[in-house]
DNA sequence: AAAGTTTATTTATAGATATGCAAAAATGTA
DNA sequence: TACATTTTTGCATATCTATAAATAAACTTT
């Protein structure tokens, strides 16, 4: 419950759902979840995850999620290139054989898709709201393996 | 060439197509443009056009515009210009103090948005269908002020 | 045009964020 | 396990950004 994918998961969740201004402010909400840190670990987490900060309407600042495009490096013999994607995705975790997927609102289907269409060898199932996504994990399948099949499917996912 | 508003223009424009990193760069190619101001006055600026900092593919940091509207530069020839890369503009005409909006199905809240965000000395308020925005001028503007404070906006319009 | 009002700008500084470096933790390897 | 390598983190601080207060400039109104 204390380490890195967990914590940029939280702020993620942070982020999506509430107003946040600055790094001190979101640090105290990821000390009240139970997460440890610095403004200096908080500084590299958000350059990592990409988050912006900008004017709202009311004009305070705020930290938004990079919802538009993210961008995926593809390597293929020895070229690189990036290629822009689109997806919803939020933020991941488990409870035994079951992952919880959070999406932006009304993305889950889309990326549900996504994954059955892949056929995943540690998937058996997903199921799909607005925003969530249920995925039934595999009998003797990681949280590690999951991880690892999903984050070619969904970019932005591999921390 | 030196009120505010050509001045945001330029800020828009600098930030559409280079990378620009923090006020201070952005300070010093507004002043290779012959814009002298501070930082202090950049900082509102930015805030005003509500232009977000976030991280680059690369790692480094950046200014975007708001998602949007998006800019590239067009060469032809020696003459450079500025067009929107997906925008649903189709047109545009005048009847007494009303601007009458045409867009593609879907785009026209986001055009008005578009056009809201700047706050135009030459818009007193837009209204948006589907397919249509409906812009009140202001008082003693002509409609050729209204056209000259959208174009930057909305690239492509003067076509 | 003078007086009042709003908007824009600067200066100075407070506040927020990023980062070099060293230490610690995690991970990989023999 | 012991050792090497990579990743993560905190500390201290440099860098960057926002803003209060004062002033100037641009408009309005009388």
Redesign the interface.
Known sequence: MKNKLNRLNAIRLIIANERIGSQDELLKRLYAQGFDLTQATLSRD???L??????AVD?SYVY?L?S?PL?K?ITKGKAVR?QQVRNGFVSISFSANIAVIKTRPGYAGGVAYDIDEHELPSVLATVAGDDTILLVIKEGCSHEEVLAHLSPIIPGMEM
Chains 1, 2 share one sequence.
């Open positions: 958000l350059k990592q990409k988050v912006a900060k900008t004017t004009g938004i990079p538009n961008y490096r990036e």
